[in-house]
């Protein structure tokens, strides 16, 4: 079954404590992305992938960091989360404009 | 700066009626245009994308794309409880280092059909 996955899909945690939350797809899609989804704001992209190695900043990357050294993964790194963080995060692949969304991930920063 | 803007709603209709869902973006270069639901606590899936302009039919959905006016709609007919959800306007639109697309989302409209 074609599929994108997040890990885990609940997390809470403390400000400054480092998090990785982790996707991965099974599409062999190049593009991945990660967004970020609050009220009334939507959702906005953090950072994105176009390939293996290749990486860029969203319209808001500040205070993440992302990684892609395989084709399938695409993890996002809090190095020090902060209370405004606390955010419904998704992670999603696509072929081409369509993009597949994974089930989300619920991080609250205390 | 690059905009989608939706209506937040939200949007009640009864059941049976049209729902009409409004979007408007305003980079001109933008070339795909998607529509999105989205389900309390779930992720987004796509319903309709549409490329040119016109109407787009697809079941009871029907997208309408106007590239002159900058705005996309999404109609729903015999609208049903169960299309009770967000609705997600989605544009790609050039993004600022010029290098690559990225799918631009407006804030959504809730729509809520009503039994």
């Known amino acids: 079954e074609a599929q994108v996955t997040q890990n885990p899909r609940y997390l809470i945690t403390v400000t400054g404590k480092k998090l990785t939350v982790t996707c991965s797809q099974n599409m062999n899609h190049e593009y991945m992305s990660w967004y970020r989804q609050d009220p009334g704001l939507g959702l906005r992209q953090i950072y994105y992938?176009?390939?293996?190695?290749?990486?860029d900043k969203g319209d808001v990357p500040e205070g993440y960091k992302v990684s892609r050294k395989e084709k399938r993964n695409f993890p996002l790194i809090l190095e020090s989360p902060s209370p405004n963080q606390t955010s419904l995060y998704f992670c999603?692949?696509?072929?081409?404009?369509?993009?597949?969304f994974g089930p989300g991930t619920r991080l609250t920063v205390l | 700066q690059k905009e989608v803007e939706q209506n937040s709603g939200p949007l009640s209709v009864p059941e049976g009626a049209i729902a009409s869902l409004n979007c408007t973006y305003s980079d001109r270069g933008s070339q795909s245009f998607f529509w999105y639901r989205q389900y309390s606590g779930k992720s987004p899936e796509l319903i309709m994308s549409i490329y040119s302009n016109g109407d787009k039919e697809d079941g009871r959905f029907t997208a309408q794309l106007n590239k002159a006016s900058q705005y996309v709609s999404l109609l729903i007919r015999d609208s049903q409880p169960s299309d009770s959800a967000t609705y997600l306007c989605?544009?790609?639109?050039?993004?600022?280092?010029?290098?690559?697309?990225?799918?631009?989302f407006g804030s959504g409209t809730q729509l809520t059909v009503l039994p």
């Open positions: 999603a692949s696509s072929e081409s404009s369509t993009q597949y």
């Open positions: 989605a544009v790609n639109m050039i993004s600022f280092s010029g290098s690559a697309r990225q799918l631009t």
């Open positions: 992938s176009m390939n293996v190695e290749v990486t």
